[in-house]
């Protein structure tokens, strides 16, 4: 049940929604009780619950021309951390369950990736394309400490020399630094940690159940010295909420390592919009309106704009000063040299030794 102020402390989404396809007419044990992040809060006190499934493939071609990505691998399905404005809730309704609650309360897990993946890097046909882990949901949420699935995977990886690439918010990644720096000398690997604001406070309405602005700076931090690539990503900004944090973010994430800073414009896709608002009105009724005034002007009116390119761009004045903004931050703070494309020669090599000899 909502606390007695009415929200779920230690969650993001504030409310069950249906789900599109079908209502579910059954109900599924609790497994496990998680450890709620939120000192001082009462956590929610519906239980996370954990199952496996088994799929027949893991690596998953990414068709949006505009993500950044040709490949995505999620040992994870449903995420655990609860950030509000997450556009991964709708796929969570393609598994039966809702895109709020029922998002961050039902982790769907693939202890079988590592076969799979190793099968995938196997194949003949396989061409050695950057693989992303977390193209759709976190690959280090709190789980991944008991099951460590995306180590193993990171293992297979390794021994593939495939080149690889990282999205997180989860500071539990400075766990597999042994694999990472082997990757690295390889140049087979680069990680983007998610950092979507400086203030702790606004993290904790966000992103409830994820690691601390200062553990993920320290990750940056790690991570960098050790040699592996590491870029920032501010996503997305949130007119009114984090979008007057550009510079002194940029700045800060610079100074902690960081060799690049990405962004994008929120937008309320599917039924994030009904999630977004629900929570809106709940924990920051003063700026509501506002927010989601901003936002809208960001997609010419509406709270959401499937444009392929302009989508996560945003348009109009307002996303134009946040573009502007990023351009002044990265051409003052951040170095100008980028790292290099991942190399793919190793894994060539490895998967037919006889292209050594030419």
Same mark, same amino acid.
């Given at each position: 049940?909502? @606390?007695?102020?009415?929200?779920? *402390? ?12 079908? !209502?579910? $007419?059954?109900?599924?044990? /609790? /497994? ?11 956590? /929610? ?15 998953? *071609? ?27 809730? #709708? ?10 609650? !029922? ?14 993946? !190793? ?5 003949? @046909? ?42 997180? *918010? ?5 766990? !597999?630094? /042994? ?12 990680? #983007? ?30 991570? $960098? ?16 909420? #984090? ?49 989601? #005034? ?65």
């Amino acid at each position: 049940m909502p @606390s007695p102020e009415g929200t779920y *402390k230690g969650r993001g989404a504030q409310k069950k929604v249906s789900n599109r396809f079908f !209502d579910l $007419s059954h109900e599924q044990r /609790d /497994d496990f009780l998680n450890y709620c992040m939120l000192e001082g809060e009462a956590a /929610d006190s519906e239980q996370t619950k954990y199952l496996e499934v088994f799929p027949k493939s893991f690596v998953n *071609k990414v068709n949006s021309p505009d993500v950044g990505m040709g490949y995505s691998a999620n040992p994870y399905q449903g995420c655990e951390h609860g950030c509000v404005y997450c556009y991964a809730r #709708n796929s969570h309704e393609y598994w039966g369950y809702g895109a709020g609650l !029922d998002f961050e309360r039902n982790i769907l897990v693939k202890k079988n990736a590592p076969l799979l993946l !190793d099968q995938k890097l196997r194949s003949k @046909s396989w061409q050695p394309h950057t693989i992303i882990f977390s193209g759709n949901t976190d690959c280090y949420q709190p789980v991944e400490r008991k099951l460590q699935i995306t180590r193993k995977c990171l293992e297979v990886m390794l021994s593939w020399k495939h080149p690889t690439g990282i999205i997180t *918010k989860n500071a539990l990644i400075l766990r !597999d630094l /042994d694999l990472l720096q082997e990757m690295a000398a390889l140049n087979t690997i680069t990680v #983007n940690i998610s950092i979507t604001t400086l203030s702790e406070k606004t993290r904790r309405l966000l992103e409830p159940r994820t690691a601390t602005i200062k553990q993920r700076l320290k990750a940056v931090e790690v991570l $960098s010295k050790a040699g592996i690539p590491v870029r920032v990503m501010m996503a997305p900004i949130i007119p009114a909420l #984090n979008s007057h944090e550009i510079l002194p973010l940029v700045k800060t994430v610079a100074k902690a390592g960081a060799c690049d800073v990405s962004f994008t414009v929120v937008r309320l896709n599917g039924q994030i919009a009904t999630i977004f608002k629900d929570w809106a009105y709940k924990t920051i009724p003063d700026r509501a309106d506002r927010i989601l #005034n901003q936002i809208a002007e960001c997609h010419g009116g509406k709270l959401n704009d499937s444009e392929w390119g302009r989508r996560i761009k945003g348009s109009g004045n307002f996303a134009e000063q946040l573009h502007a903004s990023m351009k002044i931050a990265k051409k003052r703070f951040l170095p100008a040299i980028k790292p290099p494309e991942l190399e793919t020669s190793h894994y060539l090599q490895l998967k037919d030794p006889q292209l050594s000899f030419f």
